[in-house]
Nanobody, 119 residues
Framework: QVQLVESGGGLVQPGGSLRLSCAAS????????MGWYRQAPGKQRELVAT???????DYADSVKGRFIISRDNAKNTVYLQMNSLKPEDTAVYYC?????????????WGQGTQVTVSP
């Protein structure tokens, strides 16, 4: 099992910045892709950004140029730097990872952290 713990959410004004962190712990797995998803009220969960273990990144079009995903493999931690935040970025942000163990791949999710962008 892998446990993911997110931190860094909160309330911020439009145009502001927040940095989310997600630390993985637990059994010794090989963490492959780590990423961030978000879910706004009444909407489906959507991809925000992902990063592989060779630092290949992918972003949703809505956040390109504003958000930056990064990871520290030594700390098993993934970050999401969110800049120029907009009210439509308001959502619960979830961290996830794809981890390999004995040839099988497992997906894990964090508990979520609330991000609210409001004047």
């Amino acid at each position: 099992q892998v446990q993911l713990v997110e931190s860094g959410g909160g309330l911020v004004q439009p145009g502001g910045s927040l940095r989310l962190s997600c630390a993985a712990s637990g059994s010794i797995y090989t963490l492959i892709t780590m990423g961030w998803y978000r879910q706004a009220p009444g909407k489906q969960r959507e991809l925000v950004a992902t990063i592989t273990n060779v630092d290949s990144t992918d972003y949703a079009d809505s956040v390109k140029g504003r958000f930056i995903i990064s990871r520290d493999n030594a700390k098993n931690t993934v970050y999401l730097q969110m800049n120029s935040l907009k009210p439509e970025d308001t959502a619960v942000y979830y961290c996830n990872c794809d981890a390999q163990f004995r040839g099988a791949t497992f997906r894990y999710w964090g508990q979520g952290t609330q991000v609210t962008v409001s004047p």
